[in-house]
């Protein structure tokens, strides 16, 4: 019972943070009678045409076909790690990603915890 409650307050606890790091927002504006609707989406000054993603500065945004823009974090600042593991920059440039101390091509993921850069 006790693994049970402990899984459940884990996953728990990785949903919000998951949820934390992501965001929705909306890009479209209403149209008046004989304009043309947009066809995608503004992000930071780029289009993103509908049913698509666009990926900049660490974050990837996706236009939904309602205008709306879905955009989540991809950069991660690690806050614990255990003793056989150390902090690393990540490949893709963005935050931190945790290794093994005697073999960095081996990534660390139990009792890591890590929060958005966002």
């Given at each position: 019972m006790t693994n049970l409650l402990t899984f459940?307050?884990?996953?728990?606890?990785?949903i919000a943070l998951c949820n934390g790091q992501c965001y929705v927002r909306s890009t479209s504006a209403p149209t008046r009678i004989g304009e043309t609707p947009p066809l995608g989406?503004?992000?930071d000054g780029d289009f993103i045409a509908f049913?698509?993603?666009m990926k900049k500065n660490?974050?990837?945004?996706?236009?939904?076909?309602?205008?709306?823009?879905?955009c989540c974090v991809n950069a991660f600042n690690i806050v614990q790690l255990p003793d056989e593991c150390k902090i690393v920059p990540a490949?893709?440039?963005?935050?931190?990603?945790?290794?093994?101390?005697?073999?960095e091509d081996e990534e660390c993921v139990e009792g890591v915890?890590?929060?958005?850069k966002r």
């Open positions: 459940g307050v884990m996953l728990t606890t990785g989406c503004y992000w049913n698509t993603n660490c974050t990837t945004c996706y236009c939904n076909a309602g205008g709306g823009l879905n490949d893709n440039g963005c935050g931190d990603k945790a290794v093994k101390k005697d073999n915890a890590a929060i958005s």
